[in-house]
């Protein structure tokens, strides 16, 4: 559950597109129109380059090396969605639904060489969280999840990293716990509440800054650290990462003037059928800010169009939230003038105090639905129409599982 005081979170699902194949879809660039100066995009290419003696690798080149089960997905801690809405889903495997040191946050997707993947985002556990847990020095990892078989989903973590010579920046990292920090690289220490996909590259939210980028194409193998203490490059040239078997480096990020703090994104469709990144903003009821939806254009290339300013939307709740502002937004997809949304802090019903909120511009109010407790980021697969959402708590939270990752149909609730 995001915690921050937030200025403005963007949150929004995204279509998955694919990577080998496909581009995506924009209306021409606005060269006339000088670039909003709100929106400034810094190139880390140096930074990949300096790793280009490695072997850069892709996603299915990547060996997965655990199991996630189908079976039980929908008997989590407050799973409420009526059967007749569900469709399909998976849990983590032991592990992984009951580690203290990880929460889930972000979900995407895409199709590459054929195969089908879901993406994630944990994000590291500090005492704030939970008492007695250390571990957000190690920043953020990703799950790769094949789902391209329903019946054998495999995945398989792999850490998030920047360039070392970010450290010294309050903007992309934040000191935590001591840990051994060797050279080239480091942690990215950041919440990652959202991730979407486009064009080769993933989103990932960073709270107060924007977005961070990060091409799949730049997957590196890393070695073995006992100690899981280590990161970076040894004095013997071995790349270590806490004991992770992989890692992707971060290529540039997006430092955007107005919408922090950012706690998810996705991709979806403005109502010309641009594809857009949409975030939005996580606010409390004590906040005095209105939570906005911000759509941001992207290239042919993937990439945000900076000529073209951001759009803004403004959701409303239903009537139980006396048609008012939408508070506790943890993810969004948007699709023309309608926006649907995971959020909490509400009532408890059925056992969670999550809804999914549809809102349309204009209307006087939105239309909520029951939703799984601890809902979090969303992703809508354009070839099959699901829409995709996973929980995060562990399961000595409630004494009980809550980790699921799960789909219903976008019909359902458009």
Known sequence: MKKHIIISVLCAAFTAISC???????????????PNTGINYVDESAFINSLSTETFLNPTDISLNRNATTAGYNQVYGFNIPEDNQVLGF??????????????????????????????TWY????????????????????????????????????????????????????????????????????????????????VASTSLGL??????NIIAASSDNTKNKIGQ??????????????????????ILDGDPFSCVSLGENTTGNNMLYTSQYKTSNSSIIPSVYGFNLTSNGDIDTYIPAEISVPKDNASGNNGPLYNIQGVYRKDSTSVFAVTGKSSYKGSTA????????????????????????????????????????????????????????????
Do not use: C, M
């Not at 580690?99 to 590459?112: A, C, E, K, L, Y």
């Not at 040894?234 to 430092?255: E, H, M, T, V």
């Open 124 to 203: 590291g556990i500090g005492p704030s969280n939970i008492d007695g847990v250390e571990n957000q020095h190690k920043g953020v990892r990703i799950s790769l999840v094949d789902i391209t078989n329903p019946s054998s989903i495999t995945y398989r973590h792999i850490l998030l990293v920047q360039d070392k010579n970010n450290i010294s920046n309050p903007k992309l990292f934040k000191a935590t716990n001591s840990y051994d920090q060797l050279n080239l690289f480091a942690p990215v220490t950041i919440h990652a509440g959202g991730v979407a996909y486009a064009n080769q590259k993933i989103y």
């Open 91 to 120: 849990k983590w495997n032991t592990g992984d639904q009951n580690t203290t040191d990880w929460r889930p946050q972000g979900i995407t997707g895409f199709t590459w060489n054929q195969k089908r993947f879901l993406l994630t």
């Open 20 to 34: 080998q194949t496909e581009a995506i879809d924009t209306t021409e660039d606005a060269v006339a129109t000088p």
């Open 234 to 255: 040894d004095a013997n040239g071995n790349l270590k990462a806490f004991n992770y078997g992989y890692i992707l480096p971060q290529s540039g990020y997006y430092d």
């Open 355 to 414: 809804r999914l909120v549809r809102y349309t511009d204009g209307d006087a109010s939105g239309t909520r639905y029951r939703w799984p407790h601890g809902a979090e980021d969303f992703y809508l697969e354009k070839s099959t129409g699901l829409l995709w959402n996973l929980t995060e708590y562990e399961t000595s939270k409630y004494g009980e599982e809550n980790r699921t990752v799960f789909a219903v149909r976008y019909s359902h609730y458009d």
């Open 212 to 217: 961070r980028v990060f091409d799949l194409n």
